[in-house]
């Protein structure tokens, strides 16, 4: 399932951030990756422990939690510090699939979700659209500066050459309540119909049985 969360940060939000990673140390993006992944990875990065990067990181996370798309798509159990990179002319990601499980301190995070926030605007960059494989083929990703797209950890996926210009974003997994991902879009489906009914229609009684069944499915397939 691919859902786009839009406005995730605001366009002040996005130019602080912005700001603080112009200031930032940039490295080499292979220092996070797999065995597989560093002989695709072509890109710079923040460290983990840069002080702007844990900076940004706790303004995004904070941004995440008030986001109803986010939330009601991810079910989030816990989400990984998000990260920072950069992809400047001739810079690219070939296709990989994420890690299964990430380590954050002392504790670990299954990666259900893969998220990318993006920090660039798409007029910035020619190339560097996100080309994420599903059941229906290939989804070419270039969103507006501030919007998340979430995807299940398990694609295969990768980052075209950026031909002109610079792309930023912010990248981070989601532990998700559901590990499914089929079980994941029921019930992203369910929510955004109840949500729907509720707008239009009010409080009806109709929805008392949807929002029982809702919750029972959470309980059923939910881990905590």
Request: hydrophobic content about 45%; charged content about 25%.
């Amino acid at each position: 399932m691919l859902v786009r969360a839009e406005a995730v940060l605001s366009a002040d939000q996005v130019a602080h951030c912005r700001a603080v990673l112009e200031k930032a140390e940039w490295v080499d993006g292979r220092v996070t990756a797999g065995l597989q992944s560093a002989q695709a990875k072509h890109n710079l990065q923040v460290p983990e422990d840069a002080p702007q990067a844990r900076e940004l990181a706790e303004i995004i996370l904070r941004a995440l939690g008030r986001d109803a798309t986010f939330n009601a798509a991810a079910l989030p159990l816990k989400v990984f510090p998000p990260l920072f990179n950069r992809y400047d002319a001739g810079m690219h990601f070939e296709a990989h699939v994420d890690n299964a499980i990430r380590y954050a301190g002392a504790g670990r995070i299954r990666t259900d979700v893969s998220a990318t926030l993006f920090l660039s605007s798409p007029d910035e960059y020619d190339g560097g659209e996100l080309v994420i494989q599903d059941t229906y083929g290939e989804q070419r990703v270039k969103l507006a500066a501030g919007d998340v797209i979430l995807y299940p950890a398990t694609s295969l996926h990768r980052v075209e050459p950026i031909t002109h210009g610079s792309r930023w974003a912010s990248f981070f997994w989601i532990q998700s309540m559901i590990k499914d991902d089929g079980q994941r879009r029921m019930m992203f489906e369910l929510d955004i119909a109840i949500q729907e009914l509720r707008a239009a229609h009010g409080e009806i009684a109709q929805l008392l049985p949807l929002t029982n069944l809702y919750h029972n499915l959470l309980r059923r397939w939910g881990e905590v």
